[in-house]
T-cell receptor, first 116, second 114 residues
């Protein structure tokens, strides 16, 4: 079945540094990828929609200059958390969908970010 | 936009019994309803989905029912096993509504008691 690979699975960084998270679709071309944030025992919160070859669309309240998204190819999207602060510590999850709007959404295994 | 309500937030059942999780949605234009299972420290895994042109779909011990008129859909797990313990999320999406992602319910923590 469809596989979405997310890397790294966990990362610890110091406050003020930047962290890049990669999301890859391994066996299908993902024209659209999504980035979510999940706090403990809560649901997934959509942060942004990433379309290959164009600028990402951010949800209300999500700072686009802080959460940089690049979708340079049909199999790779990256999320960079810039100038990270402790409040950015969270579980970040990407998902990918094929070219059809009716394609199922498949998720990566998430990245646990801890900012010290 | 879409709003998805999910109940209960926690469900504890004896191993072998059935579990039912219910969701309602607000946008009548939504026509795709997946269910995801999330284990601790992992991303959600699609376990079953249903589109609005059918009322029920079954895959072994898992089934989903959809009532478009009432705008609610349910997940049914029969003969529950310890490995079914996880957090389950329902979601809804309006097909053809651009590249929007899914709207998720708040999740149900399913606990299978041995």
């Amino acid at each position: 079945g469809a596989v979405v690979s997310q890397h790294p699975s966990w990362v610890i960084c110091k406050s003020g540094t930047s962290v890049k998270i990669e999301c890859r679709s391994l066996d299908f071309q993902a024209t659209t990828m999504f980035w979510y944030r999940q706090f403990p025992k809560q649901s997934l919160m959509l942060m942004a929609t990433s379309n290959e070859g164009s600028k990402a669309t951010y949800e209300q309240g999500v700072e686009k200059d802080k959460f940089l998204i690049n979708h340079a190819s049909l199999t790779l999207s990256t999320l960079t958390v810039t100038s990270a602060h402790p409040e950015d510590s969270s579980f970040y999850i990407c998902s990918a969908r094929g070219s059809s709007l009716n394609s199922p959404l498949h998720f990566g295994n998430g990245t646990r970010l801890t900012v010290t | 936009g879409e709003n998805v309500e999910q109940h209960p937030s926690t469900l504890s059942v004896q191993e072998g019994d059935s579990a039912v999780i219910k969701c309602t949605y607000s946008d009548s234009a939504s026509n795709y309803f997946p269910w995801y299972k999330q284990e601790l420290g992992k991303g959600p895994q699609l376990i079953i989905d249903i589109r609005s042109n059918v009322g029920e779909k079954k895959d072994q011990r898992i089934a989903v029912t959809l009532n478009k008129t009432a705008k609610h859909f349910s997940l049914h797990i029969t003969e529950t096993q310890p490995e079914d313990s996880a957090v389950y999320f329902c979601a809804a999406r309006e097909s053809g509504g651009g590249a929007d992602g899914l709207t998720f319910g708040k999740g149900t923590h399913l606990i299978i008691q041995p």
